[in-house]
């Protein structure tokens, strides 16, 4: 097995009071590791440290996260320059839950699953050659047999360093995560999306007795226009 995950039910004990998590929090992985496991031993102890220590969090979270990914990618592509026998590679999946929201982070083919009133939601996708081809040939790649560079099964991952042509800064594997938050910020993201010109609310009602915690804005959206010629 190359595998590694990892389970905190209480991210404050986990990581002490000098992370200052402000409310109540959780954190799970799986680390799908192939060519040894020494990658998915490395994401697994360093990731979860990279998001709670960096500027972004906990205002914008979904931004602290991305970040966290692509550091601990650059932290391990030294590592293995530093010692050649790292070098293996992983797929990824973590699931942050700070009070009421639930932040899921992917790269690869692990899968999450939301079971909301006993029906499956999907909340991520697998990282597929095939489904990022252009971005893949546009940085020198190719697919084979429907490998990247006739090797990987995905087109995301914490790097393997060691094969030719995935390594380096412009490569076609990258570490840059998908996060999805499943929350009603979905339909104001939707909404700017699709350029909606008038003012947005979305109102959550909780039917419990303890009220959800206060949410801070992610960012300030910009107003845009969107016109359509009637014919």
């Known amino acids: 097995m190359e595998d590694e995950h990892i389970l905190v039910d209480d991210l404050e004990e986990y990581l002490g009071p000098e992370a200052l998590i402000a409310t109540s929090g959780s954190y799970y992985g799986v680390f ?19 998001i709670v220590s960096d500027v972004a969090f906990p205002i914008a979270v ?12 650059a932290a391990f592509a030294n590592a293995c320059s530093l010692n050649n026998a790292l070098s293996s590679g992983t797929t990824t999946i973590t699931v942050l839950i700070l009070a009421r929201e639930i932040f899921v982070a992917n790269v690869g083919d692990c899968r999450a699953v939301l079971c909301r009133r006993g029906k499956a939601i999907e909340m991520s996708r ?12 546009a940085l020198g790649g190719y697919i084979y047999d429907g490998y ?4 990987l ?17 412009n490569c076609p594997l990258i570490a840059e995560p998908e996060v999805r938050r499943a929350c ?5 993201d939707e909404a700017l999306r699709r350029c909606s010109s008038d003012n947005l609310t979305v109102v959550t009602v909780c039917f419990q007795k303890s009220p959800p915690p206060r ?11 969107h016109f359509e010629k009637q014919l």
């Open 126 to 137: 697998d990282h597929k050659p095939h489904v990022e081809r252009s971005r893949i040939e």
């Open 62 to 73: 979904e931004e602290a996260v991305q970040h966290a990914y692509l550091e601990t990618n």
């Open 184 to 188: 009603s910020h979905d339909l104001v």
């Open 153 to 169: 099964s995905v087109a995301r991952a914490f790097k393997n360093w060691h094969i030719e042509g995935l390594k380096g800064v």
């Open 32 to 50: 799908d590791g192939h060519d040894e496991k020494n990658a998915a031993q490395f994401v697994k102890e360093k990731l979860l440290n990279y």
């Open 215 to 225: 949410l801070f804005p992610r960012f300030m959206a910009r107003r845009c226009m």
């Open 148 to 151: 990247l560079n006739g090797y």
